[in-house]
T-cell receptor, first 107, second 114 residues
Framework: KNEVEQSPQNLTAQEGEFITINCSYS?????LHWLQQHPGGGIVSLFMLSSGKKKHGRLIATINIQEKHSSLHITASHPRDSAVYICAGNTGNQFYFGTGTSLTVIP | DTEVTQTPKHLVMGMTNKKSLKCEQH?????MYWYKQKAKKPPELMFVYSYEKLSINESVPSRFSPECPNSSLLNLHLHALQPEDSALYLC?????????????FGEGSRLTVL
């Protein structure tokens, strides 16, 4: 069993839909990261959070420390949001990666 | 400057070649990482350097040899690779400390071994 589990593995949505990607972790972590990777591209850090909620544009990330669960929400989804979203937890320089959620937003 | 720069972006090499991948950051990060990523898989940690010293080596074969010449540069020397080593090689950096920090990735070097 992976230290970090994500669901769903694949997600297809119509443009404009509200999207939620879930992440659960089983190890103690200092912070939870949401990362985005476009096809063939590098990885971009979207959020790093250790409690509560953060918002950046149409993206919202939440974390519940007690339940060891985090969610990434995308409001008013757009085709340019199509990418793989990766959840990762870290303690110091040790990072644990989820297997990623492949999101496709159809116009 | 919040960039991690990797060169080359693409590399094709034969199994007897020697080549190097280079990574540079100027964010003052003292932790630097090499990750290997296969298609549709999450990144796999290869090496971590902390304060220019190798702190984690995830049992990587000796045909991969990392080097950290200074706090801004990280190299990965490649020799006698196998076709299964073909992958996207990602460099990343972060702050060092108990909580670590946000991970900044480069665009990657896509390696093909013939």
């Amino acid at each position: 069993k992976n230290e970090v589990e994500q669901s769903p593995q694949n997600l297809t949505a119509q443009e404009g839909e509200f999207i939620t990607i879930n992440c659960s972790y089983s190890v103690g972590i200092s912070a939870l990261h949401w990362l985005q990777q476009h096809p063939g591209g590098g990885i971009v850090s979207l959020f790093m959070l250790s409690s509560g909620k953060k918002k950046h544009g149409r993206l919202i990330a939440t974390i519940n420390i007690q339940e060891k669960h985090s969610s990434l929400h995308i409001t008013a989804s757009h085709p340019r949001d199509s990418a793989v979203y990766i959840c990762a937890g870290n303690t110091g320089n040790q990072f644990y990666f989820g297997t990623g959620t492949s999101l496709t937003v159809i116009p | 400057d919040t960039e991690v720069t990797q060169t080359p972006k693409h590399l094709v090499m034969g199994m007897t070649n020697k080549k190097s991948l280079k990574c540079e950051q100027h964010m003052g990060h003292r932790a630097m990482y090499w990750y290997k990523q296969k298609a549709k898989k999450p990144p796999e940690l290869m090496f971590v350097y902390s304060y220019e010293k190798l702190s984690i080596n995830e049992s990587v074969p000796s045909r991969f040899s990392p080097e950290c010449p200074n706090s801004s540069l990280l190299n990965l020397h490649l020799h006698a690779l196998q076709p299964e080593d073909s992958a996207l090689y990602l460099c990343a950096s972060s702050q060092v400390g108990g909580r670590g920090g946000e991970l900044f990735f480069g665009e990657g070097s896509r390696l093909t071994v013939l």
